[in-house]
């Protein structure tokens, strides 16, 4: 019987601990939530972000000209298997794409998937004014590319 048992913890107790880390990762990047905003060569940008309570973060982009929605994206910030914590990407609706953390500082994410043909590589970022950054790269077309957007908090009201 203690065999047994021991077995079973030997079989479970890494699993506890990595739903632990996991939600030790997702409480560090609590200074994502929020309304983001910004506004770049006429296009209205909008990211907001859910707290990271309750297994993962939920997100959502929104991209506008003269009114109209131009863009749209969801995401997710989850617990994903051994991988840790994963960013899933879903560009205007479509199958999200998988980008894990390999770096998470208190203000700093960085998520990648190397086998993605654009982007590899998604950063987040708050800088000490408040203002949020998020930064895709990847090499397209045998070049290295990148875009990088800047958000200021929506206040509460």
């Known amino acids: 019987m203690r065999i047994r048992v021991a077995l079973l913890v030997a079989i479970l107790v890494p699993g506890i601990r990595q739903v632990a880390a996991a939600d030790t990762d997702l409480a560090r990047l609590a200074w994502m939530e929020g309304t983001w905003r910004s506004t770049?060569?006429?296009?209205?940008?909008?990211?907001?972000w859910s707290s990271p309570a309750k297994g993962g973060l939920i997100g959502m982009h929104r991209d506008a000209r003269d009114g109209r929605m131009i863009s749209f994206e969801f995401f997710r910030i989850v617990p994903r298997d051994s991988s840790g914590i994963c960013y899933m990407a879903?560009?205007?609706?479509?199958?999200?794409?998988?980008?894990?953390?390999?770096?998470?500082?208190?203000?700093?994410?960085v998520f990648e998937n190397p086998e993605h043909d654009f982007p590899q590589r998604i950063m987040y970022w708050l800088e000490s004014g408040g203002r949020m950054h998020a930064r895709i790269e990847g090499v397209?077309?045998?070049i290295l590319r990148s875009e990088e957007w800047v958000w200021i908090r929506k206040a509460a009201r």
């Not at 770049?40 to 907001?48: F, K, L, P, R, T």
């Not at 879903?90 to 994410?109: E, K, L, T, Y």
């Open 90 to 109: 879903s560009p205007m609706g479509r199958p999200a794409v998988a980008f894990c953390a390999n770096a998470i500082g208190d203000r700093r994410v």
């Open 140 to 142: 397209r077309a045998g």
């Open 40 to 48: 770049s060569n006429g296009v209205a940008m909008e990211e907001i």
